[in-house]
């Protein structure tokens, strides 16, 4: 829970700054391209936040639960026990691997882009937040961007793991 939460706030705080940069900042072709991708990206993981708060298995409970009440096992008072199938649960597997992959590959894909800023193959130019209220050097919101990505792109490779782990652990028990 503590992950998601610091998922949520990374991908808050990159999409401020891919605002900041597009709006304050001189901008090039290749800062632009790499800003959409980072919206790609955030987008992709406000879902997996989502995702992590409601996983799809509780969905899947609480739709057999409501609609396909025949699949309902036992009833323990107002406790339930639901069998969802092996089709169903493999197809929740599946699922739930595939954006487990790409966690990993938009971590991938992160670190590439920290990478293209150490080697400045890409810098952002200066940022000029209204008529001289604040100006942010190059350097400093080089720096500052690049360490936001970098935690981010950590933050995404360890929730990565982790969900790999679940699926391993929740495939082992069969359920």
């Known amino acids: 829970m ?11 705080i990159i999409g401020l700054f891919v605002w900041a940069i597009n709006n304050y900042s001189v901008t090039n072709l290749n800062l632009i391209i790499i800003n959409r991708i980072l919206i790609i990206v955030s987008v992709f993981i406000l879902i997996t936040v989502i995702l992590d708060l409601l996983p799809l298995r509780e969905l899947a409970y609480y ?22 199938g092996k089709k169903r649960s493999n197809v929740i597997h599946n699922i739930n691997l595939i954006i487990t992959v790409l966690q990993f590959i938009s971590s991938v894909v992160i670190f590439s882009i920290v990478f293209m800023f150490v080697n400045n193959s890409i810098s952002i130019q200066e940022v000029n937040i209204g008529p001289s209220i604040t100006i942010i050097s190059s350097l400093a919101g080089t720096t500052l961007f690049t360490s936001i990505l970098f935690i981010f792109g950590i933050i995404l490779l360890i929730c990565g793991i982790l969900s790999w782990y679940r699926n391993k652990e929740i495939k082992l028990l069969g359920l």
């Open 2 to 12: 503590t992950l998601t939460g610091i998922k949520f706030f990374f991908s808050i």
């Open 63 to 84: 739709y057999v639960k409501f609609v396909d009440k025949e699949k309902v096992a036992i009833n323990i008072g107002n406790a339930q026990i639901i069998d969802l």
